[in-house]
């Protein structure tokens, strides 16, 4: 049976703490946004949570953030780079002493993050555009428009998803006018693009070290996922419909968790693309992230009304 935490917030994201040390016992980090309709702001958190051997689950601690958190990555075990609705980054210390050093970037809403081996990070806003930002000196690197809406030239759109290359050389973006970008992060132009997709593009990201290195996972709102070559995004290498839009596709060695918002989530299998389980119904709710804590279990979180959850399978 599943178990369950409800939040004070709504949990907008979650991922398993990279920790090895704690496979007995596996921690997660959940990202909380929240809006007071009567004075227009956001506010929001990171929940760390344990799956304990009993297999109950414990909200371990909140650490408030100066506003919603849409999405975050590990730097490492114990530090968490959040991209906030205020428009600027924040890396958190998640465990006790906790601390956060934060970089404001945007005077609109960070919506996605990618984080580099060095300390250049990439995030992208709500009106268009992608900023390269170096996390040890708070300095902007680069910016530029990087989305806009085909029926009016210039005016910026969402740009729900980033990532960057290990070397901080190349980057990712996918948007709300449904096409994917690829580009030079030194000298800030497109080197190439995709518009297969249907709709928004909600979801890009390069892949793991230990996958193949001109990869590219997306997801859309068109409740598809595709793999590319980022060497020719004209083709696509590999294509699953899904039940609901890809929001975030999570990925080992064997198998993808896949969070598909109204969909649920689905955990696939990562060659062939393969159904191995899923679970549509907690969707209804929902559902923005998913995130496996063992072969046979996820913990994942629903928007609507306010749960983490264990789900076993």
Known sequence: MPKTVKLSS????????????????????????????????????????????????????????????????????????????DGSLVVQQIEEPTSSETTPVSSDML?????????LTITTDNKGHAYLVDLNTSLIVATWLAHSLPYVPGEGCEVWSCSVTPDAQTVVTGGEDGSMKLWDARSKTQISQSKIFGAGVVFVDFPAENRAENQIFTGSYDENLRVFDRRNLKTVLKEKKLSGGVWNIEHDDEQLCVSCMYGGYSILNSESLDVIYENREVGKNLLYGATKISKNSTIFCTFNDYLVVLDEY
């Open 111 to 119: 919506l996605d993050l990618g984080l580099s081996n060095s300390s």
């Open 10 to 85: 709504r949990p907008a994201f979650a991922r398993r703490i990279p920790d090895a040390t704690s496979s007995d016992s596996p921690r997660v980090c959940v990202s909380t946004y929240l809006l007071d309709p009567s004075s227009d702001t956001r506010s929001g958190s990171l929940c760390i949570l344990k799956a304990e051997k009993n297999q109950n689950l414990v909200l371990e601690n909140e650490i408030s953030t100066s506003a919603g958190v849409f999405r975050f990555d590990f730097r490492n075990p114990s530090t968490v780079v959040a991209a906030l609705t």
